[in-house]
C-alpha cells in the first residue's frame, strides 16, 4: 500500500514538472470529464488525499475551493503544505488500522460506515482514475503524458 501512495506521488509530480511548460490557459481550460481542467483535477488530487486522511484521524476537512489556487504556483504551495501530514499517516499505517471504521454521514443523509482499509485503497485508485484523465487531456494538446508506468521507478528496491 505505502508503494502506491509513493508512485502516486511521483506521478504527481510528473505532471506538476509537465504543466511547467504548457500555456496557463490550458491548464485552466474546462474540459470534458473529470473536475473540470488540468490545474483543477491536480487541485482535487492534492485537496481529496489530504482530506481523507484528516476525515481518518478525525480532523477537519478541508473545505476551500479551486477559485483561491487557479494558478500552479498555488497548487504546488498546497501540496507542499499537505503533504508532510499525508505522509506521517501513510507511513506509521498499520495492519490493526485495516477494520477501523469511519463513520459519516452522505449528502444525501443517509449514514456511512466504512472501513480504513477501503477508504485507504479508494485513495489509491482516485488519483490514479484522474491520472487517466490528465494523460487524456494530454494527448488532446497534442503534448506526450506523463509515463504511469509503475516499473522503473525504483519503488522496490530492497534496502541492504
Given at each position: ?27 485552466l ?87 480504513w ?11 490514479i ?10 494527448r ?21
Amino acid at each position: 500500500m505505502k508503494t502506491l501512495f509513493q508512485y502516486n506521488w511521483q506521478v504527481r509530480e510528473d505532471w506538476f514538472r509537465w504543466c511547467e511548460s504548457v500555456p496557463e490557459e490550458e491548464l485552466l481550460r474546462t474540459r470534458t470529464g473529470g473536475v473540470g481542467g488540468i490545474l483543477h483535477t491536480l487541485f482535487h488530487i492534492v485537496d481529496v488525499e489530504w482530506s481523507w486522511v484528516r476525515c481518518l484521524q478525525g480532523k477537519p476537512d478541508f473545505q476551500e475551493s479551486f477559485d483561491g489556487y487557479r494558478s500552479l504556483d498555488k497548487v504546488l504551495k498546497l501540496q507542499e503544505a499537505f503533504k508532510p501530514e499525508v505522509e506521517e499517516f501513510v507511513y506509521s499505517w498499520n495492519d490493526a488500522w485495516e477494520y477501523n471504521v469511519f463513520r459519516d454521514v452522505h449528502p444525501d443523509g443517509h449514514p456511512v460506515e466504512d472501513k480504513w482499509g477501503e477508504v485507504i485503497r479508494h485513495m489509491i485508485a482516485h488519483e490514479i482514475h484522474h491520472v487517466g484523465q490528465l494523460s487524456v487531456w494530454s494527448r488532446e494538446l497534442g503534448l506526450k503524458p506523463v509515463s504511469a508506468n509503475l516499473i522503473g521507478r525504483g519503488l522496490m528496491n530492497r534496502q541492504a
